[in-house]
Nanobody, 115 residues
Framework: QVQLVESGGGLVQPGGSLRLSCAAS????????MGWYRQAPGKQRELVAS???????DYADSVKGRFTITRDNAKNTVYLQLNSLKAEDTAVYYC?????????WGQGTQVTVSS
């Protein structure tokens, strides 16, 4: 099993930036992909960005050109850089890790974009 801890959320004005972190521990050698999802009030959880270890990245159309997912192998951490934030980006952001055994999730971090 993989344990995930997200951090970096907060309140930011429209047009601002945040960097979210997702630190992995446990059976990290089993991970082959990680992703960031978000869930706004009253809406379904949706994929924001994903990264395949040794492969590429993928983004939701709504965040392309504004968000960037990266990985630091030495720190067992995946980041999500959020730029040019909009009110509609407000949500709880969750990190997940995929292994052959299944998917593990973090507890989420709140991002609120408001003036």
């Amino acid at each position: 099993q993989v344990q995930l801890v997200e951090s970096g959320g907060g309140l930011v004005q429209p047009g601002g930036s945040l960097r979210l972190s997702c630190a992995a521990s446990g059976s990290i050698f089993r991970i082959y992909a990680m992703g960031w999802y978000r869930q706004a009030p009253g809406k379904q959880r949706e994929l924001v960005a994903s990264i395949i270890f040794g492969g590429g990245t993928d983004y939701a159309d709504s965040v392309k050109g504004r968000f960037t997912i990266t990985r630091d192998n030495a720190k067992n951490t995946v980041y999500l850089q959020l730029n040019s934030l909009k009110a509609e980006d407000t949500a709880v952001y969750y990190c997940n890790a995929r292994t052959l055994a299944g998917v593990d999730w973090g507890q989420g971090t709140q991002v609120t974009v408001s003036s």
